[in-house]
């Protein structure tokens, strides 16, 4: 039972099943991956890391029963970009995400000529936040444009009774994530 003892864990599963989260990906690795346009290769076939962590009402993984995953391809980012992860917990000793966020943004004279911008926590998967990414194309990278991109990223969101606290929490580390 570990140090919390029966009725730490009794509390412990009481609070997370009240939290209101809901099945949401818990991968820090994975929203990494998808913003740094990763691959999985198995020992069957070659995979986006946005397809790999894709999941359904009925299965976890893409993986078949007998395929292994045998290796990670990162491209190398291109030149002036920045990466950057962040990601907002509720406690230290429970570290899953509440919301993260990876991003890879590319400056090239000033202005930002490509970015991938991937959110987590707030979906049974690693989300791309795309509107945010068309928005900081072409423009400098500033507090105005931050907020901007951040304000695109979570558009459309539509949050469950429980959960809805999860957007103001991710514009924020969105914003954060394109200032780096």
């Known amino acids: ?58 299965r976890s993984t893409i993986l078949d029963e007998d395929e292994l995953v045998t290796e990670i391809q990162v491209p190398r980012p291109p030149r002036g970009a920045r990466q950057n992860y962040l990601k907002f917990t509720l406690r230290k000793p429970v570290d899953f995400a509440v919301a993260s966020v990876a991003s890879v943004i590319t400056m090239r004279g000033g202005a930002c000529t490509d970015a991938r911008i991937a959110l ?19 423009r400098p ?6 907020a901007e991109a951040a304000e695109e990223a979570l558009s459309g969101a539509n949050p469950l009774a429980k959960n809805a606290y999860k957007i103001e929490i991710a514009k924020t580390l969105v914003k954060r994530a394109i200032l780096g």
């Not at 099945?23 to 998808?34: R, T």
């Not at 990278?141 to 931050?146: R, Y």
């Open 120 to 138: 987590g926590a707030v979906a049974p998967e690693p989300v791309r936040a795309k509107r945010a990414e068309e928005a900081l194309k072409g």
């Open 1 to 58: 039972m570990g140090s919390l003892g029966l009725d730490g864990i009794e509390t412990e599963a009481g609070r997370c099943f009240n939290c209101g989260c809901l099945a949401v990906s818990p991968s820090d690795v994975g929203v990494a991956l998808v913003a740094l346009d990763a691959s999985i290769v198995t020992t069957k076939r070659t995979v986006t890391a946005q397809e790999f962590f894709t999941s359904t009402a009925t």
């Open 141 to 146: 990278i500033d507090e105005s444009n931050a």
